[in-house]
């Protein structure tokens, strides 16, 4: 999609789909390679994420695994705070995300910060989240837990029109794979994902290790590498314009192959 999100100030073309990296520091993320709790092993996975390729990194605080218990507001700010702080100085250029569903943490990470995105997995159930940021001028990632197509396209279009009434410029769309939906549920949104552009906004795909991957394969989060790759590389073809992953390498290379398909058939 010809889309460029406004970085303060920083212009971020998604003609070209991005990779966002994933950095939990969270002792409970389903996906114990994702966990980074030490100072060094932040600094460390920070750099790991944009040395092999990712143009994001999505900093998660609190996990929204499915049976876990969500982390209270005071140690999800300090968690996050400690983290970007460690981020921000070992990839000073990097672009981070923030992964909540709380406006006071996503208020202390771009107020204290300069936090790039905001990434709330609740559609903004929050009410001081869309308010929030778009005083700030925050690009914003909506997802959406609604079981079907139809209904996270009807609730996309609500959403959006309320973030457009307060003046939210940059918004990207997420069908929420995983969140509030059952795994034939998964795929006939995967494969219908295209519809999605009738918003004319840009589309995240997060599906890295998730269940519907690792179920289908009868297999684990940690044994679902490549069938991350297979359902990353189907939502490229259906307009993805950044892929949410845990494992950077290999997301980059199924753009790169994306990308030279899609050179083939202007050629």
Do not use: W
Not at 118 to 134: C, R
Not at 198 to 211: D, E, F, Q
């Amino acid at each position: 999609m010809d889309y460029t999100l406004n970085i303060r100030g920083r212009l971020l073309s998604l003609e070209t789909p991005l990779v966002m990296g994933i950095l939990n520091v969270t002792p409970d993320s389903f996906y114990a390679g994702s966990r980074a709790m030490s100072d060094e092993a932040i600094a460390q996975r920070a750099q790991t994420l944009v040395g092999e390729g990712a143009a994001i990194i999505d900093i998660g605080g609190c996990s929204t695994r499915p049976g876990g218990t969500l982390a209270t507001e005071t140690e999800e700010t300090d968690r996050v705070r400690r983290a970007l702080e460690i981020v921000k100085a070992a990839t000073p250029d990097g672009i981070v995300s923030i992964d909540t569903f709380r406006a006071s943490v996503a208020r202390m990470a771009i107020n204290e910060f300069g936090a790039d995105i905001i990434n709330d997995v609740s559609g903004g159930e929050d009410p001081e989240m869309f308010p929030l940021t778009a005083s700030t001028g925050t690009p914003y990632i909506l997802m959406s837990q609604q079981p079907t197509l139809r209904d996270v396209l009807v609730e996309f279009a609500a959403r959006v029109q309320q973030l457009r009434a307060l003046h939210q410029k940059d918004i990207i769309l997420d069908p929420g794979f995983g969140f509030g939906k059952t795994r034939p549920g998964n795929f006939r949104i995967l494969d219908e994902m295209d519809k999605l552009q009738v918003l004319g906004l840009p589309v995240l795909a997060a599906m890295s290790r998730k269940r519907m991957v690792f179920e289908t394969l009868e297999s684990t989060p940690a044994e679902s590498l490549n069938g991350t790759t297979v359902v990353n590389t189907m939502a490229l073809m259906r307009g993805a314009s950044i892929i949410r992953v845990h494992d950077v390498r290999p997301a980059v290379e199924a753009v790169k192959i994306y990308n030279a398909l899609c050179s083939s058939n202007l050629a």
